[in-house]
């Protein structure tokens, strides 16, 4: 197996949707984890959708990669085992074609170029077809099949002349006749199977036979060689008789003149599982080729390949909630949770590693985990597990925050070399700017989607640490509540607009009725479209439960 394919079936360690710090630090720091106490299946930290400013800088700043993206985790076409059957030289003859089908089991050969690129396919049916029409006397000359093809196929030996570069440009003669009627039937330049009789050899090189092909270990005198060279007439000399001679010769065509070059069908490593069924269910072939990211040809699949599917193997942190989840976690296998939010409804096949932890910051497990299992915690990963704890904790500003939180995230800053309160006022900071953004970009920074019952609605929050920032942000995203509730076909959205330093938050709402039922949640009057929320900093601990309690109370 190849590194692309070690890579893309290592384990994926993934946070939520619109993915906040904690969810990319957590993917981080558990995966390095994890690679460090069992390097026998390695873990790649991975990301369900676009970064804000706030974990942008924290990665910028501790130098660690951004993690790959991963919107749907559903089966593609390099999670199935693809056939490495290899590329054809269309060059090669039918025979040649066949004899490989026959020894690998397939029905389907791809040609290929020097570069690998796909340049057709070709079939068992139309191996067959060109065997049939092997008949043409001018199949061979049409096709412009090379003389090496020929002695290849006649397993034969050149006694007079060069073959290298040269094409057949004549029919295919079967010199069984008399000398009189071999010559009324040759053209120059024609291809002639005879035995070891001399007058049918000198007939053929009288009427300028491009090449002799003497059969059944005939010879030819030393005086007609020379005349053969001089006339400029190739001679071929093979063991196999004239009548398997002339079965078998036509076979020596390329299998580029019979290969389909329009309308193939490929798959990519990105191809969907399920839109690739979709199109072998539509044809009747059985191998399909595959084509790698730089388009370049790897192998092929069949129906069969599809039984052996090799699901995505996840382990999700800071989520458990499959509408929080990445596309296509249902076609995926979880193999762990790691999280600290309320337990959510994700399914999964068997039992799995779930820890949950009520604490304000999925970072603080993992830091615990770290401990427990007596790990080295390196500058950079204890830089990512105290980012992750200040942005949760709203630098134990929350409700959320507990005395474990503050104590990991003392001692991490000391791993990470870091003053506390300057670098979380440097990370807050960045995280607020939201000049040069856009207001889907600023709304998806740290959104999730909730259900209740019948209920689905979505709760956002952005954390400032200036009036300005939080000003700014909430006159970008507020007007684009509407159209967001409507793209995602929510009941309600709420929005969280948080001032850190003073611990309070301006809540927006969108959806009929939104407004009076968060008004309720907190009895508190809205105010030209603005509910203010002293005290209240946390979505998970302050502002999830009342708003369910809300909904609940309605549905009664």
Partial sequence: MNNQSINSRAIKVIGHRNPDTDSICAAVTYSNLKNILDPGRPCKPCRAGLLNRETEFVLDYFKVPMPQLYTDVSPHIRDVDIRPAPGMDGEISLRRAWMTMRDQQLDTLCIVDEEKNLKGVITVKDVTTANMDGMDPHSLEIARTSYENLIDILDGTVLVGDVTGKVVEGR?????????????????????????????????????????????????SRTICMLAEEKGCIVIATEISTYVAGQMISQAAPIRHYMSTENLLTFTLHTPVEAAAKVMASVRYRYFPVLDDDGKYIGVVSRRNMM??????????????????????????????????????????????????????????????????????????????????????????????TSADERAARKLAELAGVDLEEYADQMFEHGGDVSGKTAAEVFNGDYKIFTSGHVRFGVGQGIYMTEKNRKAARALVGPYLAEALEKQQLDYIFYMFTDARNSSTELLTAGAGAEELAGKAFGIQPADGVIVLPGVVSRKKQMIPRLINAIKLEQE
């Fill in 172 to 220: 295919i003669i079967i010199g069984s006749g008399s000398a009189e009627q071999i010559e009324k039937s040759i053209s120059p330049g024609d291809i002639v199977i005879v035995s070891n009789r001399s007058e049918s050899q000198l007939a053929a090189l009288e009427m300028d036979a491009g090449c002799i092909v003497v059969c059944a270990g005939g010879k030819m």
């Fill in 308 to 401: 052996n599917l090799h699901k995505k193997q996840l382990i999700l942190v800071d989520h458990n909630e499959k509408n929080q989840a990445v596309e296509g976690i249902d076609e995926a296998e979880v193999l762990e949770i790691i999280d600290h939010h309320r337990i959510g409804a994700i399914e999964t096949d068997g039992p799995v590693y779930f820890r949950n932890v009520p604490v304000g910051c999925t970072c603080t497990i993992i830091y615990q985990m770290y401990r427990e299992n007596d790990v080295e915690i390196e500058p950079a990963m204890a830089g990512l597990m105290l980012s992750a704890i200040l942005s949760d904790t709203l630098m134990f500003r929350s409700p959320t925050c």
